[in-house]
């Protein structure tokens, strides 16, 4: 059952993206903003939140940071206020951030001034990189001089600056954080391609639909990644992740995925998604992402 369940959630989530293209959102100031990948370029998933000290009087609920910019004006309650000197991390987990071209990050805050955070972005949600500071008419960070190509990141961290202390919402107030420079991320269960301890696919449906959904691309970066629990040495595990995340390619350029376009990265158990204690949760661990990047590096 568990299994079905995770079965049917991939499926969801590639026929989800299939289903997406571009599109503009309202920028909360009266403009607009354009992401190549439409919704799903939107932050996920709430990491922590530390709200400043002094607090909201009302809050909301950094939850209200997710997913698409809803703010409409009249102080509808679809955003989070940090408080002074609050910090929020969000994770994305259909899609991830990386450089393109122009601007890729852009932090949606409401209000009739821009209140300033700094923003910092992680890969795996440990080692930050500080990329500036949104404030005084700019709300979107180009993330290019401060990354390398083709490096993808999953986590962001925005810390109110500490500029206004007084009033029912100190802090900055924000509706959204979306990546502009987005790419697809597949997250499929290793069950559904591998024997347990076993490197060679048994199954490639899902690993088909994904195909298709590069070939749907004129241009692509495509990164495969091997993952898994924690069960057994951290140095099987890499080898195992390894092999995996080269079966994985050997396949896509079986069926015409430019071979040059495709890196491999063998993470071991060393990036878990989920609670290694439990059996739900390593089968959450063992897995093969696959993210696309929609042009070419
Ligand atoms: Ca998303
Ligand atoms: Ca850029
Ligand atoms: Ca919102």
New binding site residues.
């Given amino acids: 059952m568990k299994k079905l369940y995770i079965f049917l959630l991939v499926l969801f989530v590639v026929q989800q993206t299939y289903s997406q293209t571009g599109k503009t959102y309202p920028d909360g100031k009266g403009g607009e903003v354009y992401f190549p990948l439409g919704?799903?370029?939107?932050?996920?998933e709430l990491v922590s939140f530390k709200v400043g000290d002094p607090a909201p009087i009302e809050g909301y609920g950094p939850e209200k940071t997710l997913?698409v910019p809803d703010y409409k004006g009249n102080y509808e309650k679809k955003y989070t206020t940090l408080g002074y000197g609050g910090e929020l991390i969000v994770k994305?987990?259909?899609?991830t951030l990386a450089d393109i071209e122009g601007p890729d990050l852009y932090i949606f805050e409401i209000g009739p001034l821009i209140e300033p955070v700094d923003v910092y972005i992680s890969k795996e949600g440990e080692n930050w990189i500080s990329i500036g500071r949104t404030g005084g008419g700019f709300s979107e960070i180009d993330i290019s001089e401060f990354v390398e190509p083709s490096a993808i990141f999953r986590y962001v961290k925005i810390v109110d600056i500490k500029k206004k202390k007084s009033g029912k919402w100190p802090g900055a107030d924000i509706d959204a954080i979306g990546?502009i420079g987005?790419a697809f991320?597949f997250k499929l269960n290793s069950a559904f391609l591998f024997d347990t301890g076993n490197a060679v696919l048994k199954k490639t449906e899902e690993l088909s639909k994904v195909v298709d959904k590069i070939k749907e691309i004129s241009e692509y970066t495509v990164v495969v990644e091997g993952h898994t629990d924690n069960v057994g040495s951290a140095e099987t595990n890499k080898i195992l992740s390894e092999k995996r995340a080269q079966e994985v390619k050997g396949f896509l350029v079986k069926n015409g995925i430019i071979a040059d376009s495709i890196t491999t990265k063998a993470y071991g158990e060393s990036n878990p998604v989920s609670d290694n204690t439990t059996e739900e949760g390593r089968e959450q661990n063992r897995r093969v992402e696959i993210v696309v990047l929609p042009s070419k590096r």
């Fill in positions: 919704d799903i370029s939107f932050a996920d997913q994305f987990n259909d899609n990546a987005s991320n």
